[in-house]
């Protein structure tokens, strides 16, 4: 079956610095490429998406690029605060098929 | 909130339990679906639903049988449940269900935690 891999599994980052996280997919129909953030005790939630027409798209502190030649995907949060803190995980296969997630702590 | 609730939150069964999970959406969405989610593991889509109807069936064992009985309402009768089936049960929806040319933002609930014992 289809299936995304992603990396790192944990990352920890100094208040203020970046943060990338990478994604790597195996369906080559995929189209459509999210990514959730996940708190504590909640639902994982969608910060930030891209389709495959577009090979960048950015909201405030967030960006995800997209390479379909090579396909993968990344996400990259600037100037990183402790509420960034959480669990993160991308998606391809029209957003059905997750990778295994990232825990991302951010050091104050 | 994201207009999707879960009940119950957390759940405790024995292996020759039968129970059921629910959930509820709220956005007025077309299609719903339900991941199992265990530690250090991706989500893993166990059933879709679109428009009442199911469209995608995970190769799930059949001690978990899903009920749609309406656009808003999805539930996941358990019965007879293995240690290995304990794990965090999430709930989405989203406005149209999955295509090749779609793709489009799941909202998900809070997730019902499940224990068998």
């Known amino acids: 079956g289809e299936n995304v891999e992603q990396h790192p599994s944990t990352l920890s980052v100094q208040e203020g610095d970046s943060a990338v996280i990478k994604c790597t997919y195996s369906d080559s129909a995929s189209n459509y490429f999210p990514w959730y953030k996940q708190e504590l005790g909640k639902g994982p939630q969608l910060i930030i998406d891209i389709r495959s027409n577009v090979g960048e798209k950015k909201d405030q502190r967030i960006a995800v690029t997209l390479n379909k030649t090579a396909k993968h995907f990344s996400l990259h949060i600037t100037e990183t605060q402790p509420e960034d803190s959480a669990v993160y995980f991308c998606a391809a296969s029209d957003g059905l098929v997750f990778g295994a997630g990232t825990i991302l702590r951010v050091k104050s | 909130e994201t207009g999707v609730t879960q009940t119950p939150r957390h759940l405790v069964m024995g292996m020759t339990n039968k129970k059921s999970l629910k959930c509820e959406q709220h956005?007025?969405?077309?299609?719903m679906y339900w991941y199992k989610q265990s530690a250090k593991k991706p989500l893993e889509l166990m059933f879709v639903y679109s428009l009442e109807e199911r469209v995608e069936n995970n190769s799930v064992p059949s001690r978990f049988s899903p009920e749609c009985p309406n656009s808003s309402h999805l539930f996941l009768h358990l019965h007879t449940l293995q240690p290995e089936d304990s794990a965090l049960y999430l709930c989405a929806s989203s406005q149209d269900g999955p295509g090749r040319l779609a793709g489009n933002e799941q909202f998900f609930g809070p997730g019902t935690r499940l224990t068998v014992l």
């Open positions: 956005l007025g969405h077309n299609a």
